[in-house]
């Protein structure tokens, strides 16, 4: 079974400053991993994946985020936060041959002018 | 713009009604996904079809009934809801049949469901 972690349940960030959602994972067969945003009122929208290959991935809006094994983390930055930025954002597991995408908790960010 | 269009947006039923929710996706994807999502949660898997045939039915009350009529729509049928069955309800659909690659989802916007 596969699980994720996300730490911190609520990031706030200054207009410019890094933003830097962690996520950590639990899974018995090689993951894949995924970044969800969640504007207010609307669906999901993936950011960006891990599938296999490099391990720094970059996505939309200027995220990228970095799959380290040894550390089983999935962490999301962006050197520069804009006032769009602030949503819900989702890390998810999934594995091979695995119907179901486990989510985590959220994390929400909210972005100081 | 999403590629997933849910109808209604919002939609308010009393606890006797019969209401249906409504997607399509016009992307050419085989599999297809009905998610609930409370307040402030992650959404929750609730019904996957993969080529128009329901694969994964996660234990969902009887009184939610999928149907897909074609490859390209989806439809949830709601019947004799209780008041905490009100949430978000995201449509998704994959371009991997749903024994693949099951995070790439593309979702719709929601259709927000309030039951009295």
């Known amino acids: 079974a596969q699980s994720v972690t996300q730490l911190g349940s609520h990031v706030s960030v200054s207009e410019g400053a890094l933003v830097l959602l962690r996520c950590n994972y639990s899974?018995?067969?090689?993951?894949?991993l995924f970044w969800y945003v969640q504007y207010p009122n609307q669906g999901l929208q993936l950011l960006l994946k891990?599938?296999?290959?490099?391990?720094l991935v970059k996505g939309i809006n200027g995220f990228e985020a970095e799959f380290k094994k040894s550390e089983t983390s999935f962490h999301l930055t962006k050197p520069s936060a804009h006032m769009s930025d602030a949503a819900e954002y989702f890390c998810a597991v999934s594995g091979t041959n695995d119907y179901k995408l486990s989510f985590g908790a959220g994390t929400t960010v909210t972005v100081r002018a | 713009d999403t590629e997933v269009t849910q109808t209604p947006k919002h939609l308010v039923m009393g606890m006797t009604n019969k209401k249906s929710l409504k997607c399509e996706q016009h992307?050419?994807?085989?599999?297809m996904y009905w998610y609930k999502q409370k307040a402030k949660k992650p959404p929750e898997l609730m019904f996957v079809?993969?080529?128009?045939?329901?694969?994964i039915n996660e234990s969902v009350p009887s009184r939610f009934s999928p149907e897909c009529p074609n490859s390209s729509l989806l439809n949830l049928h709601l019947h004799a809801l209780q008041p905490e069955d009100s949430a978000l309800y995201l449509c998704?659909?994959?371009?991997?049949?749903?024994?693949?690659?099951?995070?790439?989802?593309?979702f719709g916007e929601g259709s927000r469901l309030t039951v009295l």
């Open positions: 079809y993969s080529y128009e045939k329901l694969s």
């Open positions: 891990y599938t296999t290959g490099a391990t």
């Open positions: 899974s018995s067969v090689p993951p894949y």
């Open positions: 992307m050419g994807h085989r599999a």
């Open positions: 998704a659909s994959s371009p991997y049949p749903a024994s693949g690659i099951t995070g790439e989802l593309f």
